[in-house]
């Protein structure tokens, strides 16, 4: 017997091509009423791969993921940056409310070694997010088109299994590309907040970009040496209490 689209359509991972999905995922609040509305299940999604696009280092991608990075990190889950541009901001995760005691940044020395590890750490399950950044600037084998989407695909599985925020950070030149990722938004620095766009969810596009206003930051055009999240000031090591230093590991 065929099925009607209105029972096709409340089987669980089926939805409207013109609507969000109303299947139910594990997420977390992103802390953005305007962003939690356009998204389904209404958060940022736990156990998928996320892509944030953007270019330039330091205008507000990571600060506005610290509340659910926050949120992710309850029930005493570790939070794992592998290769940042720049090392994380302590006081300003602190005051977001990230524990630094759960936070550990991995510095691979090659593209591929970084992807080992963010596969290493989603599939564990010990992780509530990892955050992974792909430069051009490290250095790399050979790879296709295809291999870095069947290492994306291996991401988001691993992403599955160890029920982890996955968030891949990559520039704007990327949106062009085909992509595992069950989320992708696309942001650009406007006034002292971000203008978001979102090319691929769990529903139609969002062409019209929505604007995020980031509290605290000064109305300024974007640094190289990067506010990570909310400082002007030079990243040096961090020290966490009186001589507890953030956990670095060179993969």
């Known amino acids: ?16 091509g013109g609507e969000l999905e109303h299947a139910i995922h594990e997420t977390v609040a992103t ?38 990075l926050a949120r992710a990190a309850k029930e005493a889950r570790v ?32 593209r591929e070694d970084a992807l080992w590890a963010a596969e290493q750490a989603l599939r564990s399950g010990a992780c509530g997010a990892v955050l ?26 691993a992403a599955q299994a160890g029920r982890s925020m996955a968030v891949l950070f990559r520039s704007t030149a990327a949106e062009s590309l085909s992509t595992p990722a069950h989320l992708r938004v696309v942001l650009r620095a406007s006034g002292n907040g971000l203008e978001l766009r979102i090319p691929k969810r ?27 999240p909310d400082s002007a000031a030079v990243c040096a090591p961090i020290a966490i209490g009186p001589s507890r230093p953030l956990p670095r590991i060179a993969a």
């Open 1 to 16: 017997m065929k099925l009607a689209i209105e029972e096709l359509a409340r089987l669980p991972g089926v939805w409207r």
């Open 31 to 68: 802390g953005h009423a305007a962003l939690d509305r356009e998204l389904s299940g209404g958060g940022w999604p736990v156990g998928a791969l996320s892509e944030v696009l953007h270019d330039g280092v330091g205008i507000g991608e990571v600060s506005f993921l610290c509340c659910a």
């Open 132 to 157: 992974l950044w792909l430069t051009h600037a490290m250095p790399r084998e050979a790879r296709t088109r295809a291999d870095d989407y069947a290492w994306l695909r291996r991401l988001q599985m």
């Open 79 to 110: 939070i794992v940056w592998i290769n940042p541009p720049h090392v994380p901001y302590a006081p300003a995760l602190a005051k977001a409310g990230v524990p630094l005691e759960r936070c550990t940044v991995v510095e691979p020395a090659h």
């Open 202 to 228: 769990r529903g139609p596009p969002l062409v019209s970009p929505i604007r995020l206003d980031l509290p605290g930051r000064a109305r300024k055009a974007p640094v190289e040496r990067s506010d990570f």
